[in-house]
């Protein structure tokens, strides 16, 4: 196995624990709280597709799946289309309301577009130093790791909420 092929078995991990958070919920369950300021299972599910989307893109030099395939228009968010989540405000991650259906297709989408790009990477090119702002410079691996560990804390989290909210009454 590659070190491609293991992002690529890591990465797809991330939709079905995502799907498993959101299936079946109304848009108004998935925009409910488990507690005030807490974040939504709708929030954690387009965040997790935006943060992906958004630094694989990077990575890849290609548009965001959210501008290029028009899920961006599709979600009718109030928000500008470079928003991702990171750093709303409670008003804001209360803003995003969205079908399960609607969250579970920009993901996938997004997913499609990460194995793609997984597809191309020779072993060498996971050294590529990709930001050297940092100490030690962040490489092409360094960064889908990060990637990766966003995502995965973030649909635990999804799956944790679902429990707060629909099982322990």
């Not at 995502?18 to 005030?36: I, M, Y």
Request: aromatic share 8%; charged share 20%.
């Amino acid at each position: 196995m590659t070190p491609s092929d293991v992002l690529i078995e890591a990465f797809a991990r991330i939709p079905s624990t995502v799907r498993s958070a959101v299936d079946g919920l109304s848009e108004d369950q998935l925009a409910s709280r488990p507690a005030a300021g807490a974040n939504t299972l709708a929030w954690l599910a387009w965040h997790i597709a935006r943060g992906q989307d958004v630094q694989v893109a990077d990575l890849a030099g290609t548009e965001q799946v959210w501008t290029a395939d028009g899920w961006y228009d599709r979600f009718d968010l109030p928000f500008s289309a470079d928003a991702l989540g990171y750093g709303m405000s409670r008003e804001d991650v209360g803003r995003v309301r969205a079908s399960a259906t609607l969250l579970t297709g920009y993901l996938d989408a997004v997913h499609e577009r990460t194995v793609a790009h997984l597809r191309t990477l020779g072993p060498d090119a996971l050294d590529t130093v990709v930001d050297d702002a940092w100490d030690p410079p962040v490489t092409a691996g360094a960064r889908l790791v990060s990637i990766l560990n966003d995502c995965t804390q973030h649909a635990g989290q999804a799956g944790y909420v679902r429990g707060l909210l629909f099982f322990n009454r």
